[in-house]
């Protein structure tokens, strides 16, 4: 089970960092008010309150740690029956 859930994790951070190389913003919402409070961690400036734009490491880090963590997931042993 454990080594399901990694390998999940990994893929889903794979893609992640995948989509984030692809795209320049993602505009999730129009209807939100402009005075509307931000993430501070994904937080860009000058970048409209309903807009995501992701910071220039996220890509790298998120295919990086993605693949690290898929490498894991195939050392850890498997458990059926011995």
Avoid at 10 to 29: H, P, Q
Wanted: net charge positive; with cysteine; aromatic share 10%.
């Amino acid at each position: 089970m454990w080594r399901s859930l990694f390998l999940a994790a990994g893929i889903t951070c794979c893609i992640l960092g995948t989509e984030c190389f692809l795209m320049e913003k993602a505009v999730l919402r129009t209807d939100l008010p402009a005075a509307q409070t931000r993430n501070a961690l994904f937080a860009t400036p000058g970048a409209a309150a309903n807009e995501f734009v992701p910071p220039e490491w996220a890509p790298w880090t998120l295919l990086s740690v993605g693949a690290v963590v898929i490498i894991y997931s195939y050392s850890i042993p498997r458990r059926n029956g011995g």
